[in-house]
């Protein structure tokens, strides 16, 4: 046998028999890994196929998180791929090719990579707006800290799935050097228009805007300096970028000028904005449309029973009882908690750890339709599998197949 092929074959058999003595906790991080914490599972986790981020435009054979907008749900995420339910029972599939964009599936340290997927979606009345992404770059030892040298948005709209023509944003506005990793980029849509957010480098996020389905845009530097961008909606009529702009239809208006920080999901109800900060979960009567000042006005911190010591994921009305899912990272494993509150967003308790059948990993990109939960779920070892399930209370899962 050639001398390199021998060497080859040792370091896969060696490596698989590694694979298969690996505890789940020693493969159960996504979101939270640092080389520091664990760098030999580092190296593991990205090169196991499906495992982590999605190499390229449809390395995922299924998209990897859902999201909820203008009365439908989306299953979307590290994949070039788009699904679109209004019921949560059947759903429209459709796989994109993003111009100019070729996959390279760079899957080392070192090694150089080419994405090509579907980032971000938002529906108003019968308009479906979505984001498509390439990025090219040399991988880092962790995917977050790959380096970015090509990227590009584009952008995409109609009345179906089928309408979607994706076309290259040429704005210097939209350049970026941060890698975007497999997150679902924050969006939203109203009959004013489109807006998201992304990250510019690893300290500046900015939010865009269009009114004229694509037309042109209008971009503005976040007061905030973290590493993704936060919450994108609309409430009760309004819609914001994070608590620090609301979008008029040409432009953006400032609301809160000082950091305060990410909020990464909100919602409105019964005259209140209940939104998380970190760990916290606040609330506010004040209304988004008169956000002012250097914090929100009336802003008042929920009480929390067994609140989780990462992050607050995804908050959710069911039927006007509140629900959050929380994260909980300790000793290189992520807990994820469901939290409940019936007195619109005063007081939460922690209803206990959410488990998805089969031991599979949940992702905490969540959506939610009919007071109904939909996530996606993988496993951390062994066999891959990936899967969606549905709940309406975090505790009984029920696997779909889309």
């Known amino acids: 046998m050639n001398p390199i092929k021998k060497i080859n074959l040792i370091v896969c058999l060696l490596l698989f028999l590694f694979l298969s003595h690996c505890r789940n906790d020693e493969l159960d991080v996504i979101k939270t890994y640092s080389p520091t914490q664990n760098p030999i599972f580092g190296l593991v986790y990205y ?10 435009g449809g390395g995922s054979s299924i998209p990897r998180g859902f999201k909820s907008s203008g009365g439908a749900l989306f299953a979307i995420g590290s994949s070039a791929s788009l699904y679109e339910s209004t019921d949560g029972n059947t759903f429209t599939k459709k796989t994109f090719t993003i111009p100019g964009c070729t996959v390279v599936n760079g899957f080392s340290s070192g090694a150089n990579f080419t994405e090509c997927n579907i980032v971000t979606v938002a529906k108003s009345g019968s308009t479906i707006y979505a984001i498509g992404i390439k990025q090219s770059g040399v991988r880092g030892s962790n995917f977050s800290d790959s380096s970015v040298t090509d990227h590009k948005f584009y ?11 994706f076309v290259e944003i040429s704005d ?14 924050p969006s939203a849509a109203s009959t004013n228009g489109f807006i998201f957010g992304f990250a510019v480098s690893s300290s500046a996020v900015r939010y865009c805007g269009t009114g004229n389905n694509g037309s042109s845009w209008v971009c503005q530097n976040s007061p905030s300096t973290g590493s993704s961008a936060g919450m994108v909606e609309l409430l009760n009529g309004t819609l914001v ?15 809160v000028t000082s950091n305060q920080g990410s909020k990464n999901s909100a919602i409105y109800s019964g005259g209140r904005t209940i939104y998380n900060s970190g760990n916290q979960i606040r609330f506010t009567t004040t209304d988004p449309s008169a956000w002012s000042g250097t914090s929100v006005t009336g802003e008042t911190t929920a009480t929390q029973t067994g609140a989780p010591t990462s992050s607050y994921n995804w ?34 308790s922690n209803q206990g750890t959410i488990s998805l059948p089969g031991g599979l990993s949940l992702n905490t990109q969540i959506g939610s339709l009919n007071d109904t939960v939909f996530v996606y779920g993988q496993t951390t070892g062994g066999t891959f599998l990936q899967k969606y399930f549905k709940s309406t209370d975090f ?8």
């Open 241 to 255: 970028a994070d608590i620090y702009f609301r979008w008029n239809g040409s432009g953006f208006t400032a609301a």
């Open 155 to 165: 952008f995409g709209s109609g009345s179906t799935l089928n309408d979607l023509n």
């Open 172 to 185: 210097n506005n939209f350049a970026s050097t941060r890698y975007q990793a497999g997150n679902i980029l």
């Open 47 to 56: 090169i196991l196929p499906g495992q982590g981020f999605s190499f390229s």
């Open 395 to 402: 505790s009984n899962w029920t696997e779909i197949t889309p």
């Open 315 to 348: 908050i959710g009305n069911f039927g006007g009882t509140m629900k959050a899912i929380g994260t909980s990272f300790n000793n290189n494993v992520n807990t994820y908690t469901a939290h409940t509150s019936s007195d619109n967003g005063t007081n939460w």
